[in-house]
């Protein structure tokens, strides 16, 4: 079962543009949410998250959007660089955790 | 100043040829998790480690085994390889506490297992 879900698997971007992934969740338990990054041979590390009590949380250049009533979050880089192509995995957890398949963020300088 | 430690990186067995996966950690965290993650996939979590305390995820195979001989120290047991069960398998810590998983996790580089 997919509770959480990463419909894009890949996003293209052009450096100093905007990058919006996007993270959908079907659990309405879930309270915790998470941005993970991955560079190939490397294991994810955390980026940035939201607790279900808030709607945006900002850390530099990234900001994280939360729409409980849609069950939606975002997560928005700008500008966006040349070394934040990676793969990006949304998290939620509740009495769990589970990951989204990760979308694959490629900016173009 | 490695944190989360994965051995070996890159591991062949043969089906069914019982084999082992180590994690370490240096963070001193009391939460250690195991998860597989296929091609194009989420991570699954198999189980994890509260202290002493083993979690397991209900769906989780009985071909999956874990051990924690101490804090530092995880690992995973595959007692019978299938061709299904290579993939990438990722050991992550958190400080964690009972209540969930509200705690960042700390993943390790992970290994990717080739069942022949």
């Known amino acids: 079962d997919q509770q959480v879900k990463q419909n894009s698997p890949s996003l293209s971007v052009q450096e100093g543009r905007i990058s919006i992934l996007n993270c959908d969740y079907t659990n309405s338990m879930f309270d915790y949410f998470l941005w993970y990054k991955k560079y190939p041979a490397e294991g994810p590390t955390f980026l940035i998250s939201i607790s279900s009590i808030k709607d945006k949380n900002e850390d530099g250049r990234f900001t994280v959007f939360l729409n409980k009533s849609a069950k939606h979050l975002s997560l928005h880089i700008v500008p966006s660089q040349p070394g934040d192509s990676a793969v990006y995995f949304c998290a939620a957890s509740g009495n769990d955790m589970r990951f989204g398949a990760g979308t694959r963020l490629t900016v173009k300088p | 100043d490695a944190m989360v430690i994965q051995n070996p990186r890159y591991q062949v067995t043969q089906f069914g040829k019982p084999v082992t996966l180590s994690c370490s950690q240096t963070?001193?965290?009391?939460?250690m998790y195991w998860y597989q993650q296929k091609s194009s996939q989420a991570p699954k979590l198999l189980f994890h480690y509260y202290d002493k305390d083993f979690n397991n995820e209900a769906d989780t195979p009985d071909n999956f085994q874990s051990r924690r001989p101490n804090t530092s120290f995880c690992f995973l047991d595959i007692r019978s390889p299938g061709l299904g069960d290579a993939a990438m398998y990722l050991c992550a810590t958190s400080r964690g506490d009972r209540r969930g998983y509200q705690e960042t996790q700390y993943f390790g580089p992970g290994t990717r297992l080739l069942v022949l």
């Open positions: 963070l001193n965290h009391n939460v």
